[in-house]
T-cell receptor, first 112, second 114 residues
């Protein structure tokens, strides 16, 4: 089991560029989440999904879009990157309502 | 609505000393509570969780936490700190029956002094 994997690990973008972050899990989990982590602010939820084909907004969804076309994958898109989106992005998954989250290793994104 | 407050963004202890990291929660229903640890440049790992069974929960690496409903607290402790415990620690809360979202505290950075 690879658990939760994230691609890429690092990325540098210029303002206005677009990119997609991929999260994959091989644990057959229903729920998947995207967070951003910034110094002193803990983890803030961007979007989440409670099952294949579903998505919902979290605390800080503006500037991001997501898709969950396959149960094992959860994609996070930035259509027009801004310096304020410089952050470390974490994906997480969990089997169901009564379970903990399992986290990926993170993607460090810098927007110049 | 749920929320978590972690008192002390930075805690320093001497090697061998007691570790105490504080977490207070706000929840309208009995919550599930979690402690996660994050080592530098890594993702979060589960230390322990409270899911309404025993109020004293034992986790990995010698950590434990006690759920105190009257104090709305879930403090993390370890009797004797080790250098390898230096990391960022996050407390999180979720409503067990309706909660799709985890609510994380802002984290406590633990430094262990040799």
């Amino acid at each position: 089991n690879a658990g939760v994997t994230q691609t890429p690990k690092f990325r540098v973008l210029k303002t206005g560029q677009s990119m997609t972050l991929l999260c994959a899990q091989d644990m057959n989990h229903e729920y998947m989440y995207w967070y951003r982590q910034d110094p002193g602010m803990g983890l803030r939820l961007i979007h989440y999904s409670v099952g294949e084909g579903t998505t919902a907004k979290g605390e800080v969804p503006d500037g991001y879009n997501v898709s969950r076309l396959k149960k094992q994958n959860f994609l996070l898109g930035l259509e027009s990157a801004a310096p304020s989106q410089t952050s470390v992005y974490f994906c997480a998954s969990r089997p169901g309502l009564h379970n903990e989250q399992f986290f990926g290793p993170g993607t460090r994104l810098t927007v110049l | 609505a749920q929320s978590v407050t972690q008192l002390g963004s930075h805690v320093s202890v001497s090697e061998g000393a007691l570790v105490l990291l504080r977490c207070n929660y706000s929840s309208s229903v009995p919550p599930y509570l979690f402690w996660y640890v994050q080592y530098p440049n890594q993702g979060l790992q589960l230390l322990l969780k409270y899911t309404s069974a025993a109020t004293l929960v034992k986790g990995i690496n010698g950590f434990e936490a006690e759920f105190k409903k009257s104090e709305t607290s879930f403090h993390l402790t370890k009797p004797s700190a080790h250098m390898s415990d230096a990391a960022e620690y996050f407390c999180a809360v979720i409503s067990p029956n309706t909660g799709n979202q985890f609510y994380f505290g802002t984290g406590t950075s633990l430094t262990v002094i040799p």
